[in-house]
C-alpha cells in the first residue's frame, strides 16, 4: 500500500472517530431529555388523574369508555 493512499485512509478514519464520538455525545443528550420528558409525563399524568378523581368521585375520565360503547 502507497504511504499516500495509507494517509488518506487515516485522516478518513480520523474524521469518522470525531463523527462517531459526536454522534455518540447527540445521543447521550438525547437520552437525558427523553428521560426528563418521561418523568414529567408521568407526573402530569398523575396529577391529573388525582385531580379527576378527587374533584367528582366518579372514574377518571382516561379509565372510562368513549360514549359510543
Known amino acids: 500500500m502507497s504511504d499516500e493512499r495509507q494517509i488518506d485512509l487515516e ?3 480520523a474524521h469518522l472517530a470525531r463523527t462517531v464520538e459526536e ?11 427523553i428521560d426528563a420528558l418521561t418523568r414529567r409525563v408521568h407526573m402530569l399524568t398523575e396529577r391529573l388523574a388525582s385531580e379527576e378523581t378527587g374533584t367528582e368521585g366518579t ?8 360514549p359510543h360503547w
Do not use: K
Not at 23 to 33: F, G, H, K
Open 59 to 66: 372514574i377518571p375520565l382516561a379509565d372510562q369508555p368513549p
Open 11 to 13: 485522516i478518513q478514519y
Open 23 to 33: 454522534l455518540s455525545d447527540v445521543i447521550a443528550t438525547q437520552a437525558r431529555e
